[in-house]
C-alpha cells in the first residue's frame, strides 16, 4: 500500500508542476500560485520522508502531514478555480486526486495505528 500511495503523490505533484507552469505562463500570481504548488509538492515529499521514519509513531506523523497537505491543497485548488485562474474541469480532475490520495492516507494511518494498538 505504501508504495501505491508514493507512486499515486508522485503523479499527483507532476500534475501540480504542471499545472503550476500552466498558471505562471498566464498570470503572475506567485503567492497563491506558490501555496498550491508548496503543498501540492509536499504531501509526496512527506509520504518519501515516512519511508525512514525511525519509528512507526514517527511514520504515522509523516503520514498525517501529508494528509493535511492534502486537505490545504483541495482549498487552493478551489480557490483558484473561483477566482478564474483554474478551468471548471481541470479543477475538479485534481480534487479527484487529491481526494483518492486522502483517503489512501487516511486508512493507512488508520492502519498503523490499529496495528501499534494490537501490539500493545
Same mark, same amino acid.
Given at each position: 500500500?505504501?508504495?501505491?500511495?508514493? @507512486?499515486?503523490?508522485? @503523479?499527483?505533484?507532476?500534475?501540480?508542476?504542471? =499545472?503550476?507552469?500552466?498558471?505562471?505562463?498566464?498570470?503572475?500570481?506567485?503567492?497563491?500560485?506558490?501555496?498550491?504548488?508548496?503543498?501540492? =509538492?509536499?504531501?509526496? $515529499?512527506?509520504?518519501?520522508? $515516512?519511508? @525512514?521514519?525511525?519509528?512507526?509513531? @514517527?511514520?504515522?506523523?509523516?503520514?498525517?502531514?501529508? #494528509?493535511?497537505?492534502?486537505?490545504?491543497?483541495?482549498?487552493?485548488?478551489? #480557490?483558484?478555480?473561483?477566482?478564474?485562474? +483554474?478551468?471548471?474541469?481541470? $479543477?475538479?480532475?485534481?480534487?479527484?486526486?487529491?481526494?483518492? +490520495?486522502?483517503? +489512501? #492516507? =487516511?486508512?493507512?494511518?488508520?492502519?498503523?495505528?490499529?496495528? +501499534?494498538? #494490537?501490539?500493545?
Amino acid at each position: 500500500m505504501a508504495n501505491l500511495v508514493a @507512486d499515486k503523490s508522485f @503523479d499527483f505533484a507532476v500534475n501540480v508542476v504542471l =499545472t503550476y507552469q500552466k498558471l505562471l505562463a498566464k498570470k503572475n500570481e506567485f503567492s497563491l500560485f506558490g501555496q498550491f504548488m508548496r503543498c501540492g =509538492t509536499s504531501i509526496g $515529499a512527506n509520504i518519501a520522508e $515516512a519511508g @525512514d521514519a525511525q519509528s512507526k509513531a @514517527d511514520f504515522i506523523a509523516k503520514m498525517y502531514i501529508s #494528509l493535511k497537505e492534502s486537505k490545504e491543497c483541495i482549498y487552493w485548488i478551489r #480557490l483558484l478555480n473561483k477566482t478564474n485562474y +483554474l478551468e471548471e474541469n481541470e $479543477a475538479r480532475n485534481l480534487i479527484s486526486e487529491c481526494e483518492s +490520495l486522502s483517503r +489512501l #492516507l =487516511t486508512s493507512i494511518i488508520k492502519s498503523t495505528k490499529n496495528n +501499534l494498538e #494490537l501490539k500493545k
